[in-house]
């Protein structure tokens, strides 16, 4: 999430294993959206293996899937956010929107009050 | 910074340019607690190259000095936090502590709820 200067990451964790994070969640509304997740993979510029990776890595973190695909051959062949996937789309975008409003405080503006508005050039190996 | 299952990276950008971040915050307080960039970077278990780079990055990136090298050659030679280098440091960790505040709340709770204990094994790619 970018906030002017400021970017912010949001993961969940299962484990070891990214549960739910800023690509998963723009991932889930692309499915929501599209109908399907190679559809969805491509709204996003990502390859079906990739999205079907992050697919299956959220539906194996949860106690229940995210996402769910409709029986069908070939082109019939769908993917539904599920409830407890709109569930969890809805915590994450509030636990981030929760986040950018406690970021607008004082450290940040004492942060962004020391940057330049662009960075000098690189000075070469020779010294700072 | 990891709390919990979830983790949160706070980042500063001038421009393109990261200025801020876990890394190089961890690197000032190294730096300061062992007198030079090199015994720094190896104490985060960096090259050199690596280090000197992050540091000026940062230096680069703020309208004064974070880190200031002091003369001298050879084994004498060293490195200081300056004082705009503190401020820096004290707002990110401030920032980084306001933001652990924020996160700790009911939108939390609800992903943690339905995250397992741990992933269900990779199903294979046969299906979700």
Redesign the interface.
Known sequence: MRLG???????????D?P??GPGKADLLEAIAREGSISAAGRALGMSYRRT?LL???M???????L???TAGGGSARGARVTE?GW??LA??R??EA??E???A????A???G??????????G?T??
Chains 1, 2 share one sequence.
């Open positions: 200067a400021l970017k912010l990451k949001v993961q969940l964790f299962c484990g294993e549960a739910m079907w697919v299956d890595g539906n194996r973190c949860f106690s229940e899937k996402v769910e695909t407890p569930t969890v915590a994450y509030e636990l929760a986040l409003q406690a970021s405080g004082d450290a940040l004492r942060l962004t020391l940057l330049r508005a662009a960075p000098q050039p690189p000075a190996d010294g700072l």
